[in-house]
């Protein structure tokens, strides 16, 4: 243990004799450290930032809407998903777990005895909660009776609440009325999103059955039954081009136009989207910290050039140490030591730098930021740098080490 503790001595007692040189050689390698985790990091926070976005909508949704298609006489005319299309869909889609249809309208006014508001009125299915993300504050969700009955109810967003019912007033089992038809508030939702988005959180939710029947689509040529939108879960996410395939067979089949028209379908996959942006941020991941791995084994590079000058300057110490009785061993490990020492503390001061710098940049962004989370360390990535740190250290020592624990001490002790 004292053998140990005296070649530790040696080695920073060596370090500290050539300060500039290793202060340089340690900054090029934590730099080097902090900039890979950084970026990593940075890229990390686009991924999760647009991972979160998608999940304020929902989990694994493929949404779809009425397109326009090529008619036989090879004109375009526009077309309408009805509840037709989606009661198809939910008995003859096999690889479609959940679906949900809706009514969305723009121009409706809302109105309670304190104030009125504007933003979209929503027909919605009891089931519309476990499809999209509506997160429920206070009250409950519609309910299937809700539908069937026609009740006059509602669901209201979060900051419809605070317009219509000011200076914190509870708007839950009150009234409001949307143009005119008056509803009950049954429900609040949280808020959804952040930063300052209100579209989602100035809606109305209503049944989707009374909203047919009082404010159904306007327009010319609008189908019995028509919806703004049909939306969907594939039974697995690795299922959602089967079941797109499905839907899609349903819909041209009701609508009639070919199924391979993917001009006469608009719809967004979701669950795409996402695998989209997750091999983006992976290649970038992998580039990046290919170029940090290049980055250290050029600072390996100067850790080589750094111990061969250190042997050479200590030759005569290293031949009056073996003259001395010290074994090829411990001239080789004192060597090695040094270099790791060196790698080591630079790996811990560039990691150390790069996370207080994501802590100050996560303070200061807070959780406003829309599709972008604050850089964070990743842990693969900060093994990812220690270990290559600890690799690039043995390499790079090894052969001055070696270089010193081959000399001779008769040899060494002549040395200039």
Same mark, same amino acid.
């Given at each position: ?22 202060? +340089?050689?340690?900054?090029? !390698?934590?730099?080097? %450290? ?12 686009? @991924? ?27 004109t375009l005319r526009p077309y309408q998903l009805t509840i037709n299309d989606e009661a198809e869909i939910r008995t003859q889609a096999p690889d479609v777990a959940n679906i949900t249809g809706f009514i969305q309208r723009g121009d409706l006014k809302q109105q309670s005895q ?36 026609? @009740? ?11 317009l219509l019912f000011p200076n914190g007033l509870n708007g839950l089992g009150e009234f409001i009325t949307v143009n005119g038809y008056r509803f009950q508030v049954i429900g609040v939702a949280q808020w959804i999103g952040r930063g300052n988005r209100d579209f989602d959180n100035?809606? #109305? ?47 041209? =089949? ?19 989207? =996402?695998?989209?942006?997750?091999? !983006?941020?992976?290649?970038?991941? &992998? ?6 791995? &290049? ?13 061969? %000058? ?7 110490? !290293?031949?009056?140490?073996? /003259? ?10 004192? !060597?090695?030591?040094?270099?790791? #020492? ?17 802590? &100050?940049?996560? /303070? ?17 990535? /900060? ?18 080490? @070696? ?6 001490? #008769?040899?060494? +002790?002549?040395?200039?």
């Open positions: 243990m004292g053998f140990f503790g005296d070649i530790v001595g040696q080695v920073f007692r060596a370090i500290w004799a050539h300060k500039l040189r290793s202060f +340089l050689t340690m900054f090029g !390698i934590a730099w080097g %450290v902090a900039s890979l985790l950084l970026l990593i990091g940075m890229g990390e926070g686009f @991924r999760s930032g647009q991972q979160r976005q998608l999940k304020t909508l929902g989990e694994n949704i493929i949404m779809m809407w009425g397109g326009t298609m090529l008619s036989n006489q090879g304190y104030q009125s508001a504007g933003g979209a009125v929503m027909g919605i299915e009891a089931n519309y909660h476990t499809v999209r993300n509506l997160p429920l504050g206070k009250g409950r969700y519609l309910n299937d009776q809700d539908i069937k009955d026609r @009740r006059m109810v509602a669901i209201i967003g979060k900051k419809s609440e605070t100035q809606k #109305v939710y209503i049944p989707l059955s009374v909203m047919a029947d009082i404010f159904p689509i306007k327009g010319n040529n609008i189908a019995q039954g028509a919806l703004t939108s049909i939306q969907y879960q594939p039974i697995d996410p690795t299922h959602n081009a089967l079941a797109k395939d499905e839907v899609h067979k349903i819909v041209a =089949q009701n609508h009639n136009f070919d199924p391979e028209d993917q001009e006469s379908i608009e719809e967004w996959d979701t669950i795409k989207s =996402q695998q989209t942006v997750g091999k !983006i941020f992976t290649a970038m991941d &992998v580039f990046l910290g290919g170029v940090g791995i &290049v980055t250290l084994a050029l600072g390996a590079v100067g850790i080589v050039n750094i111990m061969l %000058v250190t042997v050479s300057e200590r030759t005569r110490e !290293i031949g009056l140490l073996k /003259a001395l009785g010290a074994t090829k061993t411990s001239i080789l490990g004192q !060597i090695m030591l040094e270099g790791l #020492v060196l790698t080591g503390v630079s790996g811990f001061v560039g990691i150390s730098a790069a996370a207080i710098f994501m802590g &100050v940049l996560h /303070a200061l962004m807070g959780n406003s930021q829309i599709g972008f989370d604050p850089p964070r360390i990743v842990p693969w990535s /900060a093994a990812l740098a220690m270990g290559t740190l600890t690799l690039c250290g043995l390499l790079a020592c090894f052969y001055p080490a @070696r270089q010193a624990a081959m000399l001779e001490p #008769v040899e060494a +002790l002549r040395k200039d």
